[in-house]
């Protein structure tokens, strides 16, 4: 593997810790803690308890992770309401 291969695993979050950080259970039912991805906080995605997400692990620490993707929740969420910018 090269130094910029990383592991791709779905899985939901099953709480939300402090300092964005959030413990993520697998599919295999491994537990991670993950933090979120740049590109994430940059264009201010909300994530909770209970969402299904991508987390991005390099092979040398599988117990620590990144939020790289959060799947859309059925039936697209609540409107906004009252916002401007």
Same mark, same amino acid.
């Given at each position: %593997?090269?130094?910029?291969?990383? !592991?791709?695993?779905?899985?939901?979050?099953?709480?939300? =810790?402090?300092?964005?950080?959030?413990?993520?259970? !697998?599919?295999?039912?491994?537990?991670?803690?993950?933090?979120?991805?740049?590109? %994430?906080?940059?264009?201010?995605?909300?994530?909770?308890?209970?969402d299904?997400?991508?987390?991005? %692990?390099?092979?040398?620490? =599988?117990?620590?992770?990144? !939020?790289?993707?959060?799947?859309?929740?059925?039936?697209?969420?609540?409107?906004?309401?009252?916002?401007?910018?």
């Open positions: %593997m090269a130094k910029e291969d990383s !592991l791709t695993f779905e899985g939901f979050i099953e709480e939300v =810790l402090p300092d964005g950080r959030f413990r993520v259970v !697998l599919d295999n039912q491994h537990k991670v803690i993950a933090y979120t991805a740049g590109k %994430m906080r940059r264009f201010r995605i909300r994530t909770v308890s209970g299904r997400v991508h987390v991005e %692990m390099t092979p040398y620490d =599988l117990d620590k992770g990144r !939020l790289v993707y959060r799947e859309p929740t059925p039936g697209g969420g609540a409107p906004r309401r009252n916002y401007r910018r």
